[in-house]
């Protein structure tokens, strides 16, 4: 194990191009697949956020509902779609990196649009009161509102791509691990693993945590901080 | 303003009944009662940021109301752009800012973060960023009731001269006596959402004219 270990510090040194390849793929996926989750869910959870009735009381259920959705069954759902007998086999996404972004996407997108929905519903009220009471425009009080939550939307952002690089469930099942194609870190480490090729799986690990460490410094050093 | 027939219905609960109620700019009117009497309700409804039932408030076309909520927020960035929030960025309207964040002693924290503020502190600055700005009516819900007594009378000063100098109706929602005589020129009393009694402040606390009234002052004093 120890000797794995080494040899994984120098895959990583060395720059292996297996390894950056499927760095590449990862980075690419999980980067494009929260950021459109960003641009969906930001403005579906403000809308959550705001007012109140019962079909949008229905509308949060859902959300949270699909906040916990297995990513196994968003996996087969998004399969059943694009295999060859679905709806949206014209499409061709099934065993495509695109395709792995969908699936990122129809997961990651209620996480985002939850977590703002729950920062944004208690803040509603006074940013509102105080903006009507200042004569504000309704355009102006909703910049206001996005300023507000302006550290919330990133640290979303910021949760929604640690999401996208831990998930293996979903990309597994629409991406197929390809190899040089669609084989992203989390289903490289179970195959490389399974194939007893530990120094390629530890390699992976490794910069999975450090990504991840990378991300938790990004979102404490973006803390608000008051400033004039 | 013609306050008429003005309904705030919670649910099954009635906040607001006010049949007639007739203010006047240039007057600075003192809204008491006891806690959950509908002031904050009436005060909302003036300002806008809840519509009545039924009924209507009455403000003119050209009126202005600035408001003051009784909770007050700090938006992200220094006390002094959260005043300016308030006004528009023009020279004048910085020096007006300036002014009130001086008067109410808020100069050594006006480069403050406004979220690092002191509940007082936050309290002086909302009432900087409403006075800030012109209005026709001014229309603030308990503004000083975290406020120390010298800057609760640097406040009533303020508000003082806001009414003198655009001819603006104040509406100062409190739970103080001694601040109603000393500020308002009009008593306004309600109870159980309704205004019970109107009139010159001094004459209503000296010879109330409803049997409400008359326990009220004898529970709260004067």
Known sequence: MGSAFAQALQLIVTGDPMLLQIIGVTLRMSL??????????APWGAFLAFGSSKVKSVLIVVNRTLMGL?????????????????????????????GMIVAQV?????????????????LVAPVRETGVGLGMSRPRILRLMIQECRYQVFTSYLLALGRALAEVGAVSMVGGAIAYKTNVMTTAIMMYTNRGDFKMAIALGIILVGLFFLLNILAHVLQPKVVA | MRIRNLIVRYGATTALDIG???????VCYAVIGANGCG????????????????????????DKVRYMPQRSYAFYGSTLSNVMLGVNATAHGKERARMLIDALNLTTVARQGAKQLSGGQTARMALARTLVGQGTWLVLDEPTAALDSGSMLA??????????????????????????KRVSDQLVFMENGHVVEQGETKRLIDDPQTPALTRFLELFGA
């Open chain 1, 106 to 122: 129809i997961l990651v997108t209620p996480i985002v649009a939850g977590t703002i929905e729950a920062y944004a519903r208690p």
């Open chain 2, 20 to 26: 007639e109620l007739t203010l006047k700019r240039g």
């Open chain 1, 70 to 98: 297995p990513p196994v069954v968003c996996g087969l759902l998004c399969y059943l779609m694009f295999c060859g007998v679905g709806p949206l086999r014209f499409l061709h996404l099934l065993y495509t990196v695109e």
């Open chain 2, 155 to 180: 406040a009533e000063g303020l508000i003082r001269s806001y009414r003198d100098e655009f001819d603006a109706g104040v509406i100062l929602i409190t739970h103080s006596l001694k601040q109603a």
């Open chain 2, 39 to 62: 002031k904050s309700t009436l005060a909302r409804c003036i300002a806008g940021v809840i519509k009545p039932t039924s009924g209507e408030v009455g403000l003119q076309p050209d």
């Open chain 1, 32 to 41: 494009t697949s929260s950021a459109t989750a960003l641009v969906l869910g």
